[in-house]
C-alpha cells in the first residue's frame, strides 16, 4: 500500500499546501481510493503535480461534511467520470464554525447530494472484503476540546458528528486505518475499529483536531501527554499524523511517542 498526500497544511516537498486533506492510496492489487478532497481543487493541481490520475481513481471516500475535506468533490466528479463517492448519510447537513463575527457556514455543497454516484453510507458500510467504512465512534475517551466551536445540523447545537466516518483497509497482515480529523476521538475510533472487527489496526493515518483546543497551554500539553501514553497502548502500532493535529502539538505527542508517530505533510509518501 503506498499513501501519498495531495492536500495537507504544510508542505516541504514544494507542492502548494491548503488548510485541509486530502490522501491517495493505491493498495498492492491496484485499487485506488481518494480519500478526501481539500477544499476545491489543489489536490487535483497536486495530483497532476505528481503524476497521478484522477481519472483511475476506483472510489472516494469523504471522511466528514467539512469543506475541507469535501469541498473539492465537485471538481474530482468532473475529472473521474466511475467511481462511486462513500459519504455518511449526514454530510450534507449543515455544519457551521464559531467565529470573531459570529457562526461561519463550513458545510459542503448540498447540491451535489442528488448525484447519482454518491453512495450514502450509514454506520458500518463495507466495500467488497476488504475496506471498511464506519461511523458512530462514541465513547468519553479523551475527545478534542476544538469540538466546542462547531455547531450542527442545527446552529443552537453542538455539532454531535454523526456524519463522520473512518476507514480501515485490511491487507495481508496489515490493518490501516483512516480517519480525517477524528472529531470523534481518535481513541473512540480506534476501539469502534475492533469492536468492529475484533482486530488493533497497524497503522493509523489521522488529523487528532488538536490544534484547536480552548485548553489553556498546561492543560492541553497535560491532555496532550495523557493521550500519547494512550496510543502506545496499541502496541506495535504506527501512526502517521496531520492537518489539524497542529504541528506544536505533534512535537509534544512526537516527544512522548518517538518513532511510533510521525508527520505527514504534502507531497509526502508513506509505503507500508
Known amino acids: 500500500m503506498k499513501i501519498t498526500s495531495l492536500v495537507e497544511n504544510t508542505s516541504v516537498s514544494g507542492l502548494p499546501?491548503?488548510?485541509?486533506?486530502?490522501?491517495?492510496?493505491?493498495?498492492?492489487?491496484g485499487r485506488q481510493i481518494l480519500f478526501d478532497t481539500g477544499q476545491r481543487s489543489l489536490f487535483a493541481e497536486n495530483a497532476g503535480r505528481l503524476g497521478i490520475r484522477l481519472a483511475d481513481i476506483w472510489a472516494a471516500?469523504?471522511?466528514?461534511?467539512?469543506?475541507?475535506?469535501?469541498?473539492?468533490?465537485?471538481?474530482?466528479?468532473e475529472l473521474n467520470g466511475k467511481?462511486?463517492?462513500?459519504?455518511?448519510?449526514?454530510?450534507?447537513?449543515?455544519?457551521?464554525s464559531l467565529k470573531a463575527g459570529g457562526l461561519k457556514y463550513i458545510g459542503l455543497d448540498t447540491d451535489l447530494k442528488e448525484c447519482n454516484?454518491?453512495?450514502?453510507?450509514?454506520?458500518?458500510?463495507?466495500?467488497?472484503?476488504?475496506?471498511?467504512?464506519?461511523?458512530?465512534?462514541?465513547?468519553?475517551?479523551?475527545?478534542?476540546?476544538?469540538?466546542?466551536?462547531?455547531?450542527?445540523?442545527?446552529?443552537?447545537?453542538?455539532?454531535d458528528f454523526r456524519h463522520e466516518q473512518s476507514m480501515l483497509v485490511q491487507e495481508g497482515s496489515r490493518i490501516v486505518l483512516f480517519a480525517g480529523c477524528a472529531h470523534s476521538g481518535i481513541l473512540n475510533i480506534?476501539?469502534?475499529?475492533?469492536q468492529l472487527t475484533g482486530l488493533s489496526p497497524t497503522h493509523v493515518f489521522a488529523g487528532?483536531?488538536?490544534?484547536?483546543?480552548?485548553?489553556l497551554p498546561d492543560s492541553q500539553r497535560k491532555f496532550i501527554e495523557t493521550l500519547a501514553g494512550r496510543l502506545l497502548e496499541y502496541r506495535g502500532c504506527r501512526y502517521f499524523t496531520m492537518?489539524?493535529?497542529?504541528?506544536?502539538?505533534?512535537?509534544?505527542?512526537?516527544?512522548?511517542?518517538?518513532?511510533a508517530i510521525s508527520y505527514m505533510g504534502c507531497g509526502d509518501t508513506v509505503e507500508l
Not at 486533506?21 to 493505491?26: A, D, G, R
Open 83 to 96: 467511481a462511486k463517492v462513500y459519504i455518511n448519510s449526514h454530510a450534507f447537513e449543515p455544519h457551521y
Open 208 to 215: 487528532m483536531h488538536l490544534a484547536k483546543s480552548t485548553l
Open 117 to 159: 454516484r454518491i453512495v450514502f453510507c450509514e454506520k458500518s458500510f463495507r466495500i467488497g472484503g476488504d475496506i471498511l467504512l464506519f461511523s458512530d465512534a462514541r465513547g468519553g475517551l479523551m475527545m478534542p476540546e476544538g469540538n466546542k466551536t462547531l455547531f450542527g445540523p442545527s446552529e443552537e447545537e453542538n455539532d
Open 17 to 29: 499546501a491548503e488548510h485541509g486533506l486530502s490522501l491517495h492510496i493505491k493498495l498492492e492489487d
Open 190 to 194: 480506534i476501539e469502534k475499529s475492533i
Open 243 to 259: 492537518h489539524c493535529t497542529g504541528l506544536p502539538q505533534y512535537e509534544m505527542l512526537k516527544n512522548k511517542m518517538g518513532n
Open 61 to 77: 471516500v469523504i471522511s466528514h461534511g467539512h469543506y475541507d475535506h469535501g469541498g473539492g468533490l465537485r471538481r474530482f466528479l
